[in-house]
């Protein structure tokens, strides 16, 4: 069966430093996975996705991902964290239609 | 495009009354899915219709719960009787019916039931 394990529940961030969410999937073939963003009391939006091909990738509001197949992770990076990105972000993989998502994880960003 | 719309944005409501949520995809996507989330079970898979017709509904909990989708662009998931235990953020969702396309949340409905 899929699933996916965000194992950070919280994150705080200084204003401007890095930023690495993790997200590990299980799943027997090659996954499609996303990462989504919740604004609070919004719905969630889509900051990338990955199929194929380059196992890195890049998203809006300057976000990258990268799929390791061997760690069967898809990590979610960001050079300088902005005040604006204290939100919750969810890691979902899918097989087809349906997605399959993680428990989130939410990020707290101090000044 | 106004893209998913939801109603109501809120709903409070009393344990027994019946609950209507409604939805409007985006126009043209022919996928639908409506999840629930709660601070205990997280982003929770209800039931996804594809060109209207129902195809998973593995994740309704119990049969209080009923989702219809009569046209491509509306859909209802109905809770009858509520209970306080329904209580959460319902989103609806939609997408085209392609394997990997990115599905486009509403706002979502928030439900409370006393």
């Known amino acids: 069966a899929q699933s996916v394990t965000q194992p950070d529940i919280h994150i705080t961030v200084s204003e401007g430093a890095s930023l690495e969410l993790r997200c590990n999937y299980s799943y027997g073939a090659t996954p499609y996975l996303f990462w989504y963003v919740q604004s609070p009391g919004q719905g969630l939006q889509l900051l990338l996705k990955y199929f194929s091909g380059d196992t890195l990738v890049q998203g809006i509001k300057g976000f990258e991902a990268e799929f390791k197949r061997s760690q069967s992770s898809f990590n979610l990076r960001k050079p300088s964290v902005h005040w604006s990105d204290a939100a919750e972000y969810f890691c979902?993989?899918?097989?087809?239609?349906?997605?399959?998502f993680g428990k989130g994880t939410s990020l707290l960003v101090t000044p | 495009d106004a893209g998913v719309i939801q109603s109501p944005r809120h709903e409070v409501t009393e344990m027994g009354q019946e609950v209507t949520l409604r939805c409007k995809p985006i126009?043209?996507?022919?996928?639908l899915f409506w999840y629930r989330q709660t601070m205990m079970r997280g982003l929770e898979l209800l039931i996804y219709f594809n060109n209207n017709v129902p195809i998973d509904d593995s994740g309704m909990p119990e049969d209080r719960f009923s989702a219809k989708m009569p046209n491509a662009s509306f859909s209802t998931l109905k809770i009858q009787p509520s209970e306080p235990r329904d209580s959460a953020v319902y989103f609806c969702a939609s997408s085209l019916s392609r394997i990997g396309e990115t599905q486009y949340f509403g706002p979502g409905t928030r439900l409370l039931v006393l």
């Open positions: 979902a993989v899918g097989p087809g239609y349906a997605l399959n």
């Open positions: 126009s043209g996507h022919n996928s």
